[in-house]
C-alpha cells in the first residue's frame, strides 16, 4: 500500500509554458502532473543552487539613533 499523499494544487503556469508541458504530457502519454514531478526532479539538485533571497543580501541591523 503507498503512502503517497495526494494533496490537490493549483499552479499558475505562463500559457507558453502550460502549452510545452500539454505538448509533453501527449507526446508521452502522461498527466500534466506526472510530466511537472519528473521535471522536478530533475531540477531539484540545480533549483538547491540558486540562492534564496535572504541569501543574496544578510538582513542589515536598524541604524543607530543619531547621538
Known sequence: MSNTDHRKQSLYFPEEMLG???KQAERQD???SWIVQ???KLARAD???IPGI???MPPQPPPLPPR
Do not use: G, H, P, Y
Open 47 to 49: 533549483m538547491k543552487k
Open 20 to 22: 510545452e508541458i500539454q
Open 38 to 40: 519528473q521535471a522536478w
Open 30 to 32: 502522461r498527466s500534466l
Open 54 to 56: 535572504n541569501d543574496v
